[in-house]
T-cell receptor, first 115, second 119 residues
Framework: DVKVTQSSRYLVKRTGEKVFLECVQDMDHENMFWYRQDPGLGLRLIYFSYDVKMKEKGDIPEGYSVSREKKERFSLILESASTNQTSMYLC??????????????FGPGTRLTVL | AQKITQTQPGMFVQEKEAVTLDCTYDTSDQSYGLFWYKQPSSGEMIFLIYQGSYDEQNATEGRYSLNFQKARKSANLVISASQLGDSAMYFCAMRGLNAGGTSYGKLTFGQGTILTVHP
């Protein structure tokens, strides 16, 4: 059974804290993604990675950074958390390849609250 | 740039009836793929169905079918014989090509539609 796991389901942090969200996949996928989900806005791509140590900015990278030291792990970092980063964060992975049919597999999400 | 629009924030349907969730898209890519995902209240995203832009037939997966109208740039999801367990948020998404002619598989999502199935 394929699996994407995220380190926390719920997280509460204070403004200015450094926050790490961890994502691990066991499918040997090359591509991994971080999204945030907000009501009325759907899912928006923050960063993605297509290989170890490789990363690309998504649509809303400001205030975030990422790390991919191992193929199975993709971390999202909030260097100095702010209240406008309160959101649901979803990690996804997918295999590399030219097919447009390849689906993304998602983790259960982390609901982050920044006070 | 790609854009997905889901104009129905919420939909209601009676159990055992069919329901259509709307999705329109905008892209300049000639070749692209369209996806529907379901997100129950537990939060995980579940892949439902895929339609390729050059597929000759509309996609079907069990009770899910995709009403694909390429000229109108719409890809509506039809759920037949609704069940209480179908109550969830539904997202339409698309994948095209980036400017370099390759894709790392980025998906663009719509705003989502909350479906509530009444007994």
């Amino acid at each position: 059974d394929v699996k994407v796991t995220q380190s926390s389901r719920y997280l509460v942090k204070r403004t200015g804290e450094k926050v790490f969200l961890e994502c691990v996949q066991d499918m040997d996928h090359e591509n991994m993604f971080w999204y945030r989900q907000d009501p009325g806005l759907g899912l928006r791509l923050i960063y993605f990675s297509y290989d170890v140590k490789m990363k690309e900015k998504g649509d809303i990278p400001e205030g975030y950074s990422v790390s991919r030291e191992k193929k199975e792990r993709f971390s999202l970092i909030l260097e100095s958390a702010s209240t406008n980063q309160t959101s649901m964060y979803l990690c996804a992975s997918q295999r590399q390849g030219a097919s447009r049919r390849k689906e993304q597999f998602f983790g259960p999400g982390t609901r982050l609250t920044v006070l | 740039a790609q854009k997905i629009t889901q104009t129905q924030p919420g939909m209601f349907v009676q159990e055992k009836e069919a329901v259509t969730l709307d999705c329109t898209y905008d892209t300049s890519d000639q070749s692209y793929g369209l996806f529907w995902y379901k997100q129950p209240s537990s939060g995980e995203m579940i892949f439902l169905i895929y339609q390729g832009s050059y597929d000759e037939q509309n996609a079907t997966e069990g009770r899910y079918s995709l009403n694909f109208q390429k000229a109108r740039k719409s890809a509506n999801l039809v759920i037949s014989a609704s069940q209480l367990g179908d109550s969830a948020m539904y997202f339409c998404a698309m994948r095209g090509l980036n400017a370099g002619g390759t894709s790392y598989g980025k998906l663009t999502f719509g705003q989502g539609t909350i479906l509530t199935v009444h007994p």
